[in-house]
């Protein structure tokens, strides 16, 4: 007899929340949708919004679940514990509920596909209690779109409940937000996180470290679903179990000891040390990018640990990167972590020569002037390029294309460049204060 085949289920997929119980790190929001949900003021439509793997389309398959759960026996009210064994729990957790209709707003996006949801609210449901319509990643919708759903997300029939995700929730119109309850899923705490994985690991019986869990929170900044993808990933290594170092590897990540090193030979001044160390570090596959960060994020930590030494009991920090760090936090001035002036013209040049080993770009030279230094860039222009995404006024793909001339003020005898992330995509700082955008230091490139 031949047996069932059963397809592997992912560790995401498997042990995604079923109930406002099981969702981690999201405690306000749960206080208050338990306390509409026993006092019978559920609104008519919600937005959640946080970043990428918080819990923003479960939550909305929760709540979808709550309002239209009746219970083992049948007889059940809407609720914040869905019994998850009742017809409705089950069709909607498989994604197969005929009055459950959930919408992808970045490939529907016209507004066409919102005059299919106004000319069907009106029908009652088939077999529900209410009719409920969740559009993911609803900032794709047009404003023509948006224009189209306002009368119906104002004054909905009583039936109808619309919930929305987004993860750019500056792009939804301030008359869609006016309609609706707001919900910020916040970056899920590294305690946690780390709780969860454990929890997780004991349950798959596999062999990971609390050293390697660690260093998974660490990559994941605070998605759930980037730290349990991760895990899963790190399960499928060895049987025997995933160490520190294959960890890293896996993920691309720099030794974080290394980046101390790194880190402290920069402080120093010991150029040709700091470039052997850095080349060292790319010959073994760490991405330069990602060594960037690192020491900024290094730099950041130090300095709020100079100010706040409290700060350094963080279950993701080994015990030796917590002493190193109070060491250098000591030693250091703040002045020193706020500007640091190692010889930096070098050592950042050697960074663009990486750069253009890795085929981020063609070339670049150095224009000096009295008070100013220009560096131009010849940058190489291909899809996804994180140097040179949505960087303006960049001739046609396969032509030699040139960036405009970055001016960057003199600090001593170095350069400085940072690449910002913001609302309108990746640019350099100086870019983004010319249009007033605030936004995330990636990197700091140059």
Same mark, same amino acid.
């Given at each position: 007899?031949?047996?069932?085949?059963?397809?592997?289920?992912?560790?995401?997929?498997?042990?995604?929340?079923?109930?406002?119980?099981?969702?981690?790190?999201?405690?306000?929001?749960?206080?208050?949708?338990?306390?509409?949900?026993?006092?019978?003021?559920?609104?008519?439509?919600?937005?959640?919004?946080?970043?990428?793997?918080?819990?923003?389309?479960?939550?909305?398959?929760?709540?979808?679940?709550?309002?239209?759960?009746?219970?083992?026996?049948?007889?059940?009210?809407?609720?914040?514990?869905?019994?998850?064994?009742?017809?409705?729990?089950?069709?909607?957790?498989?994604?197969?509920?005929?009055?459950?209709?959930?919408?992808?707003?970045?490939?529907?996006?016209?507004?066409?596909?919102?005059?299919?949801?106004?000319?069907?609210?009106?029908?009652?449901?088939?077999?529900?209690?209410?009719?409920?319509?969740?559009?993911?990643?609803?900032?794709?919708?047009?404003?023509?779109?948006?224009?189209?759903? /306002? +009368?119906? =997300?104002? @004054?909905?029939?009583?039936?109808?409940?619309? #919930?929305?995700?987004?993860?750019? %929730?500056?792009?939804? $119109?301030?008359?869609?937000?006016?309609?609706?309850?707001?919900?910020?899923?916040?970056?899920?705490?590294?305690?946690?996180?780390?709780?969860?994985?454990?929890?997780?690991?004991?349950?798959?019986?596999?062999?990971?470290?609390?050293?390697?869990?660690?260093?998974?929170?660490?990559?994941?900044?605070?998605?759930?679903?980037?730290?349990?993808?991760?895990?899963?990933?790190?399960?499928?290594?060895?049987?025997?179990?995933?160490?520190?170092?294959?960890?890293?590897?896996?993920?691309?990540?720099?030794?974080?000891?290394?980046?101390?090193?790194?880190?402290?030979?920069?402080?120093?001044?010991?150029?040709?040390?700091?470039?052997?160390?850095?080349?060292?570090?790319?010959?073994?596959?760490?991405?330069?990018?990602?060594? /960037? +960060?690192? =020491?900024? @994020?290094?730099?950041?930590?130090?300095?709020? #640990?100079?100010?706040?030494?409290? %700060?350094?009991?963080? $279950?993701?920090?080994?015990?030796?990167?917590?002493?190193?760090?109070?060491?250098?936090?000591?030693?250091?001035?703040?002045?020193?972590?706020?500007?640091?002036?190692?010889?930096?013209?070098?050592?950042?040049?050697?960074?663009?020569?990486?750069?253009?080993?890795?085929?981020?770009?063609?070339?670049?030279?150095?224009?000096?002037?009295?008070?100013?230094?220009?560096?131009?860039?010849?940058?190489?222009?291909?899809?996804?390029?994180?140097?040179?995404?949505?960087?303006?006024?960049?001739?046609?793909?396969?032509?030699?294309?040139?960036?405009?001339?970055?001016?960057?003020?003199?600090?001593?005898?170095?350069?400085?460049?940072?690449?910002?992330?913001?609302?309108?995509?990746?640019?350099?700082?100086?870019?983004?204060?010319?249009?007033? =955008?605030?936004?995330?230091?990636?990197?700091?490139?140059?």
């Amino acid at each position: 007899m031949v047996e069932e085949f059963k397809p592997y289920k992912v560790l995401a997929r498997k042990y995604r929340p079923q109930n406002f119980s099981d969702l981690r790190g999201q405690e306000t929001m749960v206080k208050i949708l338990r306390n509409a949900f026993a006092a019978d003021r559920i609104a008519h439509s919600f937005i959640l919004t946080g970043i990428r793997g918080t819990g923003k389309t479960t939550t909305a398959r929760i709540i979808a679940k709550g309002l239209n759960c009746i219970g083992e026996d049948g007889n059940g009210l809407p609720t914040t514990d869905p019994c998850g064994k009742c017809e409705h729990c089950l069709s909607i957790s498989d994604g197969r509920h005929i009055d459950v209709v959930e919408m992808d707003a970045a490939s529907q996006t016209g507004v066409g596909d919102i005059r299919d949801i106004i000319d069907s609210v009106h029908y009652s449901t088939s077999s529900a209690r209410y009719k409920i319509y969740i559009i993911d990643e609803v900032h794709m919708l047009s404003t023509s779109a948006f224009n189209a759903l /306002l +009368k119906t =997300l104002e @004054e909905p029939p009583e039936h109808v409940k619309f #919930v929305f995700a987004t993860t750019e %929730i500056r792009k939804v $119109p301030v008359t869609v937000l006016s309609r609706c309850q707001r919900f910020d899923l916040k970056r899920i705490e590294p305690e946690v996180l780390i709780d969860h994985l454990k929890f997780i690991v004991t349950k798959e019986k596999a062999a990971i470290s609390d050293g390697a869990i660690s260093i998974i929170v660490r990559a994941s900044e605070g998605s759930v679903r980037d730290a349990i993808s991760m895990l899963d990933q790190a399960m499928s290594i060895d049987n025997a179990g995933a160490s520190v170092e294959t960890i890293r590897d896996m993920i691309g990540l720099a030794d974080r000891s290394r980046i101390l090193d790194l880190f402290e030979l920069i402080m120093k001044g010991e150029v040709k040390l700091a470039l052997d160390e850095l080349s060292t570090q790319y010959a073994n596959g760490a991405d330069p990018l990602i060594i /960037l +960060k690192d =020491l900024a @994020e290094t730099t950041h930590w130090i300095s709020v #640990v100079k100010i706040s030494p409290d %700060i350094i009991e963080d $279950p993701t920090v080994s015990l030796d990167e917590r002493d190193r760090g109070l060491k250098f936090s000591r030693e250091l001035s703040m002045r020193s972590l706020t500007r640091i002036d190692v010889p930096a013209s070098k050592f950042r040049l050697q960074i663009l020569e990486i750069l253009k080993l890795e085929g981020y770009i063609n070339n670049f030279f150095v224009e000096k002037s009295k008070n100013i230094n220009t560096l131009k860039v010849d940058l190489k222009y291909y899809e996804g390029n994180p140097v040179i995404k949505d960087i303006k006024r960049i001739s046609k793909p396969g032509r030699r294309v040139y960036s405009r001339a970055i001016s960057i003020p003199k600090i001593q005898n170095g350069l400085g460049l940072a690449i910002v992330s913001t609302s309108k995509g990746v640019m350099s700082d100086s870019e983004a204060r010319k249009n007033n =955008l605030g936004g995330e230091i990636i990197c700091k490139v140059f």
